[in-house]
């Protein structure tokens, strides 16, 4: 089985009005929406912000793309921050006709997709209510040795690079932590929010955290097979590429480039299964 997952996209309906930034961004956003999309892969997840300012204009963009794909791809929405400036939650699921979490039950492992997205733009941290929490405790209750792959768009607190400063991560009231640990697998959290590439371990967890599209133009692509599960990141190095991204990233609200969203050197990729050792980070 192979995903396909793109960090926090930032598709912006509005960008400074000069011709050379809209040519960028139309460029820029077309390229990168179209490497991904027709990457061979099970499944298309997208793990949160997708939307810059959560207008229902840029769900448009996003989702016509999509479209054009026809039954070809399989695309999933986590929810972010960003996705819910404008307008609720309610009037995004209804407009992209997607689940605001979901289990989907594979020969190969089993996929989690949560939300942790508030619906205020002064706090951006995360948070899970009670409902969704008791839902995913009770998808977790079978023992299983498959891998379980948890796609959210905020860190947990404590885990990859800037999980600990103030509201780059998931609320720790919310006791997250203590039901995937029911997992007797080994288990990967996919998440964006922080703007940069960090791969932890914590014993047979991992956790991924993937940088901005516009601060690092690239997709992760996870393979599972037999058990083991990969990750890569592959980078669109094409030169055009880099100069419209840095050309958007300066010209549009709510959007600071990261100077350090490469990350270091072991937060590109990871192979493990269950009881595998780990060059990593050590959470």
């Known amino acids: 089985m192979k995903i396909a997952m793109i960090g926090d996209l930032h598709y912006p309906s509005m960008v400074l009005n000069r011709p050379e930034v809209v040519k960028a961004r ?3 956003f077309d390229y990168v929406l179209s490497a991904f ?3 061979e892969a099970d499944y298309h997840i997208a793990i949160g912000d997708v939307a ?3 207008e229902l204009v840029e769900f448009d963009y996003i989702f016509s793309k ?3 794909c026809g039954n070809r791809v399989r695309f999933i929405h986590i929810m972010g921050n960003h996705d819910t400036y404008t307008h609720d939650k ?3 699921l209804a ?4 689940k605001p979490y979901e289990r989907i039950e594979t020969e190969q492992a089993t996929l989690i997709m949560l939300d942790t997205a508030r619906e205020t733009v002064t706090d951006w941290s995360g948070f899970m209510e009670e409902e969704q929490l008791t839902w995913l405790e009770a998808n ?3 023992p299983s040795d498959k891998p379980l792959l948890v796609f959210a768009h905020h860190p947990i607190h404590g885990t990859t690079a800037r999980s600990t400063e103030a509201m780059m991560s998931l609320h720790e009231a919310v006791q997250l932590r203590r039901i995937l640990n029911k997992h007797t697998g080994v288990g990967f959290y996919f998440n964006g929010h922080n703007h940069v590439n960090s791969i932890v371990r914590e014993q047979d967890w991992y956790f991924v955290q993937t940088a901005a599209m516009l601060d690092i133009p690239a997709i992760r692509l996870i393979t599972v097979e037999d058990g083991q599960v990969s990750v890569e990141l592959i980078k669109f190095d094409d030169r055009n590429v880099k100069e419209w991204a840095h050309i958007v990233s300066r010209h549009m609200p709510y959007f600071e480039p990261f ?4 990350g270091d050197a072991l937060s590109s990729s990871v192979s493990a299964r269950k009881g595998s050792s780990f060059g990593g980070h050590q959470g």
């Open 37 to 39: 999309l027709e990457t």
């Open 66 to 68: 999509v479209e054009s």
């Open 52 to 54: 810059n300012a959560g």
């Open 259 to 262: 100077p350090a969203a490469e």
């Open 90 to 92: 309610a009037a995004i």
């Open 140 to 142: 977790l209750s079978e």
């Open 95 to 98: 407009a992209t006709g997607l």
């Open 26 to 28: 139309d460029a820029f």
